[in-house]
């Protein structure tokens, strides 16, 4: 059974930094993708950064050069650096993981709050 649980979501204020964290638990051989997403009130959910097996990301127009994704891939984590934080970034923020399989699974979230 896959799991993913994240962590390191709070309450910041704008210009500061936070660092989520997402470990993958359950037998995993291979996977398409893993990535950040978030949510806020009244909107939909959307993709903050994406990272594939080889190492190549993508992100969210809004959060390039602010947020950074990384895996480590010994402790089967992926993480989300996230700087100079904006109040518009608050979120409810979910680790995704994609398999070749066309399995998708979600964490239960974490709450990110940046106060202005």
């Known amino acids: 059974q896959v799991q993913l649980v994240e962590s390191g979501g709070g309450l910041v204020q704008a210009g500061g930094s936070l660092r989520l964290s997402c470990v993958v638990s359950?037998?995993?051989?291979?996977?398409?993708?893993m990535g950040w997403y978030r949510q806020a009130p009244g909107k939909q959910r959307e993709l903050v950064a994406g990272?594939?097996?080889?190492?190549?990301?993508n992100y969210a127009d809004s959060v390039k050069g602010r947020f950074t994704i990384s895996r480590d891939n010994a402790k089967n984590t992926v993480n989300l650096q996230m700087n100079s934080l904006k109040p518009e970034d608050t979120a409810v923020y979910y680790c995704n993981l994609d398999l070749w399989t066309g399995r998708s699974y979600w964490g239960q979230g974490t709450q990110v709050t940046v106060s202005s």
């Open positions: 990272i594939i097996p080889g190492g190549s990301t």
């Open positions: 359950g037998s995993i051989f291979s996977f398409k993708t």
